[in-house]
C-alpha cells in the first residue's frame, strides 16, 4: 500500500497529542492540557484523553482502508504478515503508545477487583520520556470502576476489529489482547448497567476475538490471566476459554509444547534425549497437559469432546517423536483411561483407545476397529488408507492395521511406568500376543518377534498370577482361533486370514512337532520373566506333568494345544507330547527351583511312580498290556512303518522316560543340605520307599542304578536319627519379604520402564515396613546406581528416578546416618566419576532426605552433611579431571565472538523494541549469552586451579540452606558460624557476572538462617547460640560466648549488615539485588526486635525468684553484702546499657 497522504496526516496528529512539551505531571492532564476547551467539555480529563485516542485510532484505520483494493479476507489471524507501510517503526511506535495509553488509563482502571494482569508483569510502556503514566488504584469492589468509558473504548475498538479489511488490527490484538479480553469480559459477564442486547453483543465480540488469535498467541495470554486473585466469575470464564482450545485443529499440539516451554528445565540443563525434534518435556509439563487435555469442558458432552481430541493424540501417538510419543501415551493411559469415568469397558474412553486395539488382534473388523485403527494428522484429520488387495476376501485384518495396533499397544503399555495400565491391555490380548510372536519366530520376522516379545516379558514380570502361566501352557501350539490364523502379510509383514480347512496331513504335525522346542523355550523365558517363578515353576510342573503322566483319566478334552481341530483324532497324543516337552525342559532349566520347594515335587514324584506302580501290577495281570505312556508312542505318528506298541521294548522305553527324571529329581532334593523332613514330608518319603522297592525287581537295567540310589537315600533320611525327629512343617516369616526382595532386584535392574516401577514399587514396601531382608548399604547402592545410570533407562526417565529420589528419603528415615554419608560422599565427587546431572540428582536425593528426616536431622548425620556441603560450596573441591575435559574442548570448539561485537548485538537487540519473534526459534545474541553464561558455570571460579562448578556449589548452598531450615538446632553452632562465613565470602568475593547463581544462593541462605533464628526465638525455643547486635572489631562470624550468658555467638549483626550494603551497592543482578534488600530489611527489623526482646527478657527475669545469698550468714552476725545496700537492692550492681 502506497504512503497516502491521509496516511501521513492521521500519524502526524498522533505523534502531536503523544508528544507535548510538558513534562513531571501526571499523564492525563498533560494530555487534557493539549486539547481544545471545547473537546467534550462535559467530560472528566481522563474521558477526554481516553476519547481523543480512540478518535486518533479511527483516523489512522480509516487511513489504511480508504485506498485498499485488496481482497478481503475472511479471518484475520494474530501474526500474520502486515502491510509495508505498518514495517515503519515510527509508526508502530505510535501505535503502540496509544494502545498503551488506552490499556493503562482507560481499560485498566475500569476493571473490577480481581480481573486483568497485574501492571508490574505487563510490557514495558512506550509512552513518551518524561511523563507519568500511573493507573488509579482499583477499589476492592467485585464491580467495574467505570462501565461507560470502558463501554466506550471496547465499542470503538470492536467496530475495528470488524472491520473485514486490512488495517492495524494485528497492531491491536498483538499489543493489548489481554486487555480486549478483560475490558470484552467485564462488559459481557459482570455488567449490570448494560442493556441486555449490548451485553449479548459483547459476548459475541469475546468469542469473536478469541476466534481471531492463533492457539500459540492465545495460550499464553489466558494462563496469564488465571491469577491467584483472580476474581470467581472471571476465572470461570477464561477456565472456559482455555478448556475449549483442545478442540481447535491444533490445540492438542500447541498445548503441548506451551506446557513444555512453561516447565522447560533450567538454563545449562541437558536436555534428556537429543533425538527429540521437540522442545524437552518434564514430567511436570507431561502432568498438566494429562489434567488439562482429559478434562472435558463444563456442558460439553464426553463423547463429542473426546472424538474431537482423540484423533490428535493418536497421531502424536503414531508420530517419530519421542517426547511427544510419551506425552500423549500419559495423557491417553492416566488422564483418560485412569479414569473410570472414561477407561472403564464401554466407556468412550476405552471405545476410542482400547477396544480398537483389542478387536484387532482378535480378528474382528468391528465399528470401532474402522474408525480409529488408522492414522491420523495432528490436526485430527483421518489420512487416507492404504490400499490393499483383500485376496478373493482373504485377508481379514491387513498387515499396516496389525503393526499399527502393535504399535500403539506397545506406546501405551511401556512409554510411562503404569504396571497396572499394561495388565489391562495386553492380560486380553494375552493369547493372540502368544500367536504373533511364535508366527514371527517360526517365519524369521525378527524385530516384529522382539517387539511381542518385549511386550509379553514386560507383562509377565509385573503380573504374577499362576493362571495366564497355565493359560499359555495348555495353550503352547496355538496359532488362532477356528476362524482365521495368522499369515504372510502383502509387505512381507503379517496378517490375518481367514483358515483354510484343509485335511490333517502328515507334513503338519512334523512342522508342528519341529517348532514346539522353539514355542517351550519362549514359554520358559517368560515364566523365567515371572516375579514368582520360584513359586510358580513347581506349580506349572505340576500341571504338565499330570497332562502327560495321567491324561487318560482327564478325558479328550484335559488340555487344549489343538492346531487346528481338524486333527482331533491326534489331540490326546498331542497333549501328551506338549507336556511331555515342557516338563523336560522344567527339569533341565529349572532343576534348583523345583528341589527348593520339595512339598509338590514330591508328591508329583509320588504319584508318577505310584503310576509306573499301578501299570506295572496291570501288566502282570494282563497278558494283553496297554500302550505305554511314552515319547516313543508319540514317534509313532509321524512314522508310518512304525505302528503303536509294535515294538516289544516300548513299555521298557516308556518306564525309563518317566521314570528316569523322577529319579534324578528324588536324589537331588534328599542329597540338598538345606532338606528338612517334616510331618507331611516324612509320610510321602514312607510311601515312594514302598513303592520304588516294589519296582525294583521289575524295572530295565538302565533304572536300576538310579532306582537304588533313591532307596538308600530314602532309607538314610528316615533312619536318620535327626531325620526321625519329625518337625512340624517349617515356617519362616521371612520368606515372603526374601522372595519379594529377589523380585524388587530383578525388576529394578529389567531396561523396561514398567517393570523397574512395579520393583520401585515392592522395595517401597519392604523400606516402609523396616523388612529385616533389607541392607540398607547395598539397597542404597542399587537405587543410586538407577538414579546415576548412564544408559537411556529410569536415569532418563523422570517418573522413575523421581521415584527413586522418594524410595531414598523413606530409606533414610530408617538409616539417617549410613544414607546421609553415602549421599553426601557420593555428591562430593572427590574422584570425578560423576557427571554434573549426575551429581544433581544425589543433590535432589539429599534435599528429599533432609526433609523427610525433619527433627531427626541431629548428630553425626548432621555434621557429616553441613561439612561436606561447605566444602563443595567453599571452592575447596579440586576438580582436575574437570579442567582437562575443559581444556580439550576449549581447542575444539570454534573462536568465539570478541567483546566488542557481541556488545555490538546486543545493543540491535535493545534497539529493536516491540519486533514481532518468532517463539520457537531462539535469539543468536541470546542464545550467544546463554552460552557464555553456562561455559562461565562451567569454568568455574577464575582464580582457582582446577574449580568445581558453578551449578554444583550453588546446589551445595541450596541443600544447606534446606538443612538449617529444617533444623538449625541440630546443626548447630559451629555449623550455623560456617554458613554465615560461606555466604558472606561468596557475597564479598564471587562478584563475576556467571556468578550470580552462587549469590542468589548465598542470599537465600542467610535469608534461611535468619528465618530460622527468629521462629526459634518466637516459638520459645533456646537454641544456645545466635547473632549479636553489637558491632565488634573482630570477625563478622565469631563463634564465642557472650560474656555472662552461655548463648554462642555466631555472627555480628551490624558486620553483616554493613558487607550487605557494599555487595548490594555493586550488584548487578536485578534477582540478587531484591533478595538483598529482602535480606537487609530482615536483618534490620532482627535489630529492632532484639531490643524488644532484652526489654521482656529482663522483665521476665525480675518476675522470676531470685536464688542467691541472703543479707547476713546463717549463724554469724557478719553483713558480707552490706556495702551494697546503697545501690537498692541488696546484691545487686548498678547495670550501664547502651541502646541505639
Not at 512506550?126 to 467495574?144: E, F, H, R
Not at 467505570?146 to 479489511?165: E, F, K, P, V, W
Not at 527351583?593 to 494282563?622: D, G, M, Y
Not at 524388587?744 to 517393570?755: C, D, G, H, Q, R
Request: hydrophobic share 40%; proline share 6%; glycine share 6%.
Amino acid at each position: 500500500m502506497e504512503d497516502t497522504r491521509q496516511l501521513r496526516d492521521a500519524f502526524d496528529a498522533a505523534n502531536e497529542f503523544l508528544h507535548p512539551n510538558s513534562r513531571g505531571d501526571p499523564l492525563i492532564d498533560i494530555l487534557n492540557r493539549t486539547l481544545p476547551t471545547d473537546y467534550c467539555h462535559d467530560d472528566a480529563p481522563r474521558s477526554r484523553v481516553v476519547q481523543r485516542t480512540l478518535a486518533l485510532l479511527s483516523s489512522i484505520h480509516d487511513a489504511f482502508v480508504a485506498e485498499s483494493t485488496d481482497p478481503v479476507p475472511a479471518k484475520r489471524v494474530l501474526g500474520k504478515q502486515q502491510d509495508q507501510a505498518l514495517e515503519d517503526a515510527k509508526r508502530r511506535r505510535a501505535l503502540h503508545a496509544l494502545l498503551d495509553l488506552l490499556s493503562f488509563e482507560g481499560i485498566y482502571p475500569s476493571l473490577s477487583s480481581g480481573v486483568g494482569i497485574p501492571l508490574e508483569k505487563r510490557v514495558i510502556s512506550v509512552l513518551p520520556a518524561g511523563v507519568i503514566a500511573k493507573n488509579a488504584t482499583k477499589a476492592s469492589d467485585s464491580t467495574p470502576q467505570d462501565t461507560r468509558i470502558l463501554d466506550c473504548i471496547i465499542g470503538s475498538l470492536s467496530h475495528i476489529l470488524r472491520d473485514a479489511r486490512p488495517s492495524i488490527q494485528p497492531i491491536i490484538l498483538g499489543r493489548i489482547l489481554p486487555d480486549l479480553i478483560c475490558g470484552t469480559a467485564e462488559l459481557a459477564f459482570n455488567s449490570k448497567d448494560l442493556p441486555s442486547h449490548k451485553i449479548d453483543s459483547y459476548k459475541r465480540l469475546l468469542n469473536d476475538i478469541i476466534d481471531k488469535c492463533s492457539t500459540p498467541s492465545l495460550l499464553p495470554v489466558l494462563s496469564s490471566l488465571l491469577q491467584e486473585s483472580t476474581a470467581p466469575w472471571f476465572k470461570a470464564c477464561i477456565s472456559s476459554q482455555l478448556s475449549q482450545i483442545p478442540l481447535r485443529k491444533d490445540g492438542v499440539f500447541q498445548i503441548i509444547l506451551f506446557l513444555a516451554s512453561q516447565f522447560a528445565p533450567t538454563l545449562g540443563q541437558t536436555t534428556k534425549d537429543p533425538s527429540s525434534g521437540g522442545p524437552p518435556i518434564t514430567v511436570q509439563a507431561i502432568m498438566q497437559s494429562s489434567r488439562l487435555l482429559s478434562l472435558v469442558p463444563q456442558g460439553s458432552n464426553p463423547e463429542e469432546y473426546f472424538s474431537n481430541v482423540a484423533p490428535k493424540l493418536l497421531a502424536l501417538l503414531d508420530g517419530e517423536d519421542p517426547d511427544m510419543k510419551k506425552t500423549s501415551s500419559y495423557v491417553i493411559g492416566n488422564g483418560i483411561l485412569g479414569k473410570r469415568a472414561y477407561g472403564s469397558p464401554g466407556a468412550i474412553g476405552f471405545i476410542i483407545f482400547v477396544q480398537p486395539i483389542l478387536d484387532t488382534f482378535h480378528g474382528k473388523i468391528s465399528q470401532p476397529v474402522t474408525t480409529w485403527m488408522r492414522p491420523f494428522s495432528l490436526d485430527g484429520s483421518a489420512d487416507p488408507e492404504i490400499k490393499t488387495g483383500d485376496f478373493d476376501g482373504i485377508i481379514i485384518v491387513p498387515e499396516f492395521k496389525l503393526l499399527l495396533a502393535l504399535e500403539r499397544l506397545t506406546a501405551l503399555a511401556t512409554l510411562h511406568p503404569s504396571p497396572g495400565l499394561l495388565k489391562r491391555l495386553v492380560n486380553p490380548a494375552l493369547l493372540p500376543l502368544w500367536g504373533l510372536q511364535c508366527y514371527a519366530k517360526e517365519h524369521q520376522k525378527r524385530s516384529l518377534e522382539e517387539k511381542v516379545s518385549t511386550l509379553l516379558q514386560m507383562f509377565f514380570s509385573v503380573s504374577a498370577s499362576i493362571t495366564r502361566l497355565v493359560k499359555l501352557a495348555d495353550n503352547i501350539l496355538w496359532d488362532g482361533p477356528e476362524a482365521w490364523v495368522y499369515g504372510a502379510g502383502e509387505e512381507g509383514g503379517v496378517s490375518i486370514r481367514k483358515r483354510e480347512n484343509r485335511e490333517p496331513c502328515g507334513p503338519n504335525i512334523l512342522s508342528i512337532i519341529q517348532n514346539l522346542d522353539g514355542r517351550v523355550d519362549s514359554f520358559l523365558q517368560l515364566l523365567a520373566a515371572d516375579p514368582q517363578k520360584e513359586e510358580f515353576v513347581g506349580d506349572v510342573f505340576l500341571h504338565v506333568s499330570r497332562q502327560w503322566l495321567f491324561s487318560e483319566s482327564m478325558g479328550e478334552d484335559g488340555g487344549c494345544p489343538q492346531p487346528h481341530r481338524e486333527q482331533d483324532k491326534l489331540q490326546p497324543e498331542l497333549r501328551k507330547l506338549v507336556s511331555a516337552k515342557i516338563a523336560e525342559k522344567l527339569l533341565d532349566q529349572f532343576k534348583e527351583s523345583l528341589s527348593r520347594h520339595p512339598i509338590k515335587v514330591l508328591e508329583l514324584i509320588r504319584q508318577l511312580i505310584e503310576s509306573e506302580k499301578n501299570r506295572a501290577s496291570t501288566l502282570r495281570t494282563n497278558a494283553q498290556g496297554s500302550e505305554s505312556i511314552s515319547l516313543q508312542a508319540l514317534g509313532s505318528i509321524v512314522k508310518a512303518e512304525s505302528a503303536v506298541g509294535s515294538d516289544p521294548d516300548s513299555n521298557i522305553t516308556g518306564v525309563s522316560e518317566s521314570l528316569s527324571p523322577a529319579f534324578s529329581l528324588l536324589s537331588t532334593i534328599l542329597a540338598s543340605p538345606d532338606f528338612q523332613v517334616s510331618d507331611s514330608i516324612s509320610l510321602i518319603l514312607r510311601n515312594l520307599k514302598s513303592d520304588i522297592d516294589y519296582l525294583l525287581p521289575r524295572l530295565p537295567s538302565a533304572l536300576v542304578q538310579p532306582a537304588t540310589t533313591s532307596s538308600m537315600l530314602l532309607e538314610i533320611t528316615l533312619s536318620d536319627p535327626d531325620q526321625r525327629q519329625t518337625k512340624p512343617t517349617l515356617t519362616f516369616p521371612g520368606i515372603s519379604d526374601l522372595e519379594s526382595h529377589r523380585q524388587a532386584i530383578n525388576n529394578i535392574s529389567s531396561p523396561l520402564a514398567p517393570v523397574q516401577a512395579e520393583g520401585l514399587s515392592t522395595l517401597s514396601h519392604l523400606i516402609d515396613k523396616a523388612s529385616p531382608v533389607l541392607d540398607i548399604p547395598a539397597t542404597l547402592t542399587l537405587l543410586l546406581s538407577v538414579l546415576t545410570a548412564s544408559d537411556e533407562s529410569a536415569a532418563t526417565d523422570e517418573f522413575l528416578y523421581l521415584n527413586v529420589i522418594k524410595l531414598i528419603g523413606s530409606l533414610a528415615s530408617k538409616h539417617p546416618r549410613t544414607v546421609i554419608k553415602t549421599l553426601a560422599e557420593r555428591y562430593a565427587d572427590r574422584s570425578e566419576e560423576s557427571t554434573l546431572d549426575q551429581r544433581l540428582k544425589i543433590g535432589e536425593a539429599l534435599l528429599r532426605t533432609i526433609q523427610n528426616l525433619g527433627g531427626a536431622l541431629v548428630g553425626d548425620a548432621a555434621r557429616v552433611l553441613g561439612d561436606v556441603m561447605i566444602e563443595v560450596a567453599s571452592r575447596r573441591g579440586i576438580k582436575l579431571k574437570a579442567k582437562d575435559q575443559r581444556g580439550k574442548g576449549i581447542k575444539k570448539s570454534p573462536p568465539a565472538k570478541n567483546s566488542e561485537e557481541l556488545n555490538e548485538n546486543i545493543t540491535k537487540l535493545m534497539n529493536q523494541i516491540n519486533e514481532d519473534v518468532d517463539s520457537e526459534t531462539e535469539d543468536p545474541v541470546k542464545e550467544a549469552y546463554s552460552s557464555k553464561i553456562i561455559h562461565a558455570w562451567e569454568a568455574g571460579a577464575t582464580t582457582d586451579t582446577a574449580p568445581d562448578d558453578l551449578r554444583a556449589r550453588a546446589s551445595a548452598i541450596s541443600i544447606l540452606a534446606s538443612a538449617i531450615q529444617t533444623n538449625l538446632a541440630g546443626l548447630g553452632p559451629a555449623l550455623a558460624s560456617s554458613s554465615i562465613d560461606l555466604a558472606v565470602s561468596t557475597l564479598t568475593l564471587e562478584s563475576d557476572e556467571g556468578s550470580a547463581i552462587l549469590r542468589r544462593a548465598a542470599v537465600i541462605l542467610l535469608l534461611d538462617l535468619i528465618k530460622a533464628l527468629d521462629e526459634a526465638r518466637e516459638s520459645g525455643k533456646d537454641l544456645g547460640f545466635g547473632l549479636s547486635v553489637t558491632a565488634t572489631s573482630s570477625s563478622i562470624y565469631p563463634a564465642s560466648h557472650q560474656s555472662g550468658s552461655e548463648c554462642t555467638t555466631i555472627g555480628n549483626v551490624p558486620d553483616i549488615l554493613r558487607a550487605l550494603n557494599f555487595v548490594e551497592s555493586r550488584e548487578t543482578d536485578t534477582t540478587v539485588r531484591g533478595h538483598l534488600r529482602a535480606l537487609i530489611e530482615s536483618l534490620e527489623a532482627w535489630l529492632e526486635k532484639s531490643l524488644l526482646w532484652g526489654i521482656r527478657t529482663q522483665q521476665s527475669l525480675m518476675e522470676q525468684p531470685r536464688f542467691e545469698l541472703g543479707d547476713r550468714l546463717a549463724g554469724l552476725d557478719i553483713h558480707p553484702l552490706s556495702s551494697t545496700e546503697k545501690y537498692g537492692r541488696t546484691g545487686e550492681h548498678p547495670r550501664i546499657e547502651e541502646i541505639e
